[in-house]
Nanobody
Framework: QVQLVESGGGSVQPGGSLRLSCAAS?????????????MGWYRQIPGEERELVAA?????DTNYADSIKGRFTISRDKNTLYLQMNSLKPEDTAVYYC?????????????WGQGTLVTVSS
């Protein structure tokens, strides 16, 4: 099993900054067939689908949602994931989830954190 523990959420005024962290532990990369994994941040607003915010592979490749490009930066240090969020907007308010996945012989292993709430409001 893999555990993902997020921290860093909270309340901030529009234009402010927050930094989310996610520590992954446990059987990371168990049965991994190519040695790579991807960690990412997703967010969800009540009543809406969970959406990708940003992701980074173990090789350093990154992917960002258009809505946060230029404002958020994803990074990782081995199995710890970060999301630096600047110029926050009210529409960034959501529960942010950490995610990790890798390829296995039977498909994909994927795990989620419990989520951390980010509220942007004046």
């Amino acid at each position: 099993q893999v555990q993902l523990v997020e921290s860093g959420g909270g309340s901030v005024q529009p234009g402010g900054s927050l930094r989310l962290s996610c520590a992954a532990s446990g059987s990371i990369n168990r049965a991994n067939i190519d040695g790579f994994n991807t960690m990412g941040w997703y967010r969800q607003i009540p009543g809406e689908e969970r959406e990708l915010v940003a992701a980074v592979t173990s090789g350093g490749d990154t992917n960002y949602a258009d809505s946060i490009k230029g404002r958020f930066t994803i990074s990782r240090d081995k199995n710890t994931l970060y999301l630096q969020m600047n110029s926050l907007k009210p529409e960034d308010t959501a529960v942010y989830y950490c995610h990790i996945q890798w390829k296995t012989i039977v498909g994909r292993a994927a795990f989620w954190g419990q989520g951390t709430l980010v509220t942007v409001s004046s």
